[in-house]
Each structure stands twice: as C-alpha cells, then as structure tokens.
C-alpha cells in the first residue's frame, strides 16, 4: 500500500492549488481517504476527508475554501484549496482507512503518504 502526494508549492495569499493523492495497492472503494497537515512548531490537524461512498466532511477552518473529491478510476483524491491564507502553509499528507466513518482524527488512519508542502505567502 502506498500513497503519493503532489500538487504543494508556493501560492500568494488568496491562491489557490490542487493537491493529488494517488493509491497503489489498494481501492478507495473501502477506504475513506483524509488530508491532514502539520504546520512547524504545531501538532498535526485534520483538515478534510471523504469516505468511499462519495461523503466529505471537512474542518471548520477550511469549511467554504477547500473542497475534496475523488476519482475511483485513477484511485486519486484531490484537495481543491481556494482563497489560501498564510495560516494555510504546512505539509499537507493524506492517509487512508478501511472504514465507512469519516473521520479527521489521525490515530485511526493506517497508511501514510510522504506529504507535499504548502507554502502561502506574498
């Protein structure tokens, strides 16, 4: 099982940018797949997540600026990120679970990408 980030980079405040996790060794069918990330000097937070069925829930910090979809057929989850703000900039990882639950607590996701960096600044 692997999962590969891509699409982080540098963006002036207000940008916006497509993160992609793509699966290898498993389906999204079963897994709900979730974006997390880690600013310096902060613990690791969960920002959106989507269950194999199509359900997204996200945090209320980016609830109207960050949406996530996924395409089944490429095995690939996007965080489309709009209107970014300086607090935006970290390392975005995704990670996936086998449940029906959608959930951005990070204790129960089993598999781990390498993460992509975010940087917001002008």
């Known amino acids: 099982v692997q999962l ?4 982080g980079g540098l963006v002036q405040p207000g940008g ?3 993160l ?3 699966a290898s060794g498993f ?3 079963n897994y709900a797949i979730g974006w997390f990330r880690q600013a310096p000097g902060k ?6 997540c989507i269950s194999g069925d199509g359900r997204e829930h996200h945090a209320d910090s980016v609830k109207g600026r960050f949406t996530i979809s996924s395409d089944n057929s490429k095995n690939t989850v996007y965080l489309q990120m709009n209107n970014l703000q300086p607090e935006d900039t970290a390392v975005y990882y995704c990670a996936a679970v086998t449940t029906s639950l959608l959930s951005l607590l990070d204790v129960i996701y089993d598999y781990w990408g390498q993460g992509t ?3 917001v600044s002008s």
Do not use: A, I, N, W
């Open 4 to 7: 590969v980030e891509s699409g």
């Open 117 to 119: 960096q975010v940087t």
């Open 43 to 48: 613990e690791r937070e969960g920002v959106s």
């Open 16 to 18: 916006s940018l497509r």
């Open 20 to 22: 992609s996790c793509t």
């Open 27 to 29: 389906s999204f069918d």
